[in-house]
């Protein structure tokens, strides 16, 4: 029987889908989660207890356990344990992204520099430290532009600006984010830095791909049919087949395998997002001639996060049997070609249903009234009840997600805003409890 390493965070949503494709390939999956290693065994899965702070202490574990459990296959599922996927597989003489890649990937001002360095399309962008708590962040060139965090995904801590009075606000802002108890427990050097770069107006768009050996071969390129033009950049829906020109969705396959390359990444899984009409701000394009501008915000070394992988669905070219992206990774990471693979014919999507304020979740109505939406497959709240909820720029959590496939991609967007209308979720007011000082 063949192992996969699997690193992942012990509150990964992504965990039981490979679990489910695992068992039906008959593989078998050693996890390796950010979780207590005092407690034996807590989650009774033999999982490896690392350290994502720690990655030459991780690589050392994984290596140890790889003398008695051989290790066929790594896959990284989120940002943080990329790097040590990468480590170990260099270790081990596994294909995979190379380390400095994967390191590269994770930084947004490492991948910035990479991909100026390579000639690519990219905004003006300047580095600067959170540390300094009187310092308000440089001043821009001109305006709009877009402060964000270095090491952080989701479009957490992402704000934009068209001012320098909002500049100093979400400067300030970003570092109360980074100074909290969460995020300074990750122990990571690079959340001390921020950027802020350029807005890049025109349409965003998100793409899912495979890496073999330095060849890419892109599975899914994603419409965000909602504007994403501030003051912050929730995502809220992804369709696919995307509804752009082939002269768009060339040109976006194009410049993310140029970025890859550029950042060294050369096999495994790649999820990027990118800006397509650059200072233009143009949101509609002509089927044949010059090829729009595209703006690779980021190409991760991992898959697609959270449960939006179940909007994607494969079938073999030959047979025509459907699988799903965990499957399709498990065979990718044991060494099977993805070639005779495609994504259904089928149009599908997600949407990520948005936190609309903050508040302390009670429950909702209408979940059945959602579920019986023609075309709608599943609608998963995966908030809990007494939940306290933060919208964004502060969490990149959602309330849920609604999963959709239709025939084509505008009927699987209005099943996705229909099922969504007809939720209504009760928020209430967190009441915060202030202790005298004389108590």
Known sequence: M???????????????????????????????????????DPWRDRALPIRFFDEAGSVATILE???????DGVLAVGDRPTVIAAQVCRELGLPGHPPDGASAARNKLRTRDCLRAAGLPTPWYRAFSLDDPSASGPGPPWFPAVVKPVALSGSRGVMRVDDEEGLAAAVQRLRSLIHTTELRAERDEAHSMAIVEGFIPGREFAVEGLMSHGTV?????????????????EETIYVTPSTAPSLVQDAIADAVTQAASALGLRHGPFHAECRVGGAAGSSTWAESGPRPAVYVLEVAARPIGGLCARALRFHDRDSGDLISLEELLLRHALGESPRR??????????????????GVFRGLIGLEDAHRVPGVDEVRVTAKPDQVLVPLPESASYLGFIFAHGQRPIDVERALRAAHARLEFRIEPEVRVVQSAHA
């Open 2 to 40: 063949p192992h996969v390493l699997l690193l992942a965070t012990t509150t990964g949503y992504q965990t039981r889908a490979f679990d489910v494709a695992a068992d039906r390939l008959g593989v078998d999956l050693v996890f390796a989660t950010d979780r207590c290693d005092v407690l034996d």
């Open 65 to 71: 356990a790889h003398r008695s459990r051989r290790i």
């Open 217 to 233: 071969q892109v599975l899914a390129i994603f419409d965000k049919p909602d504007p994403l033009d501030g003051p912050f950049f």
């Open 341 to 358: 693979w495609a994504r259904e014919r089928a149009a599908a999507g997600v949407m990520m249903i948005p936190i609309p304020r903050r």
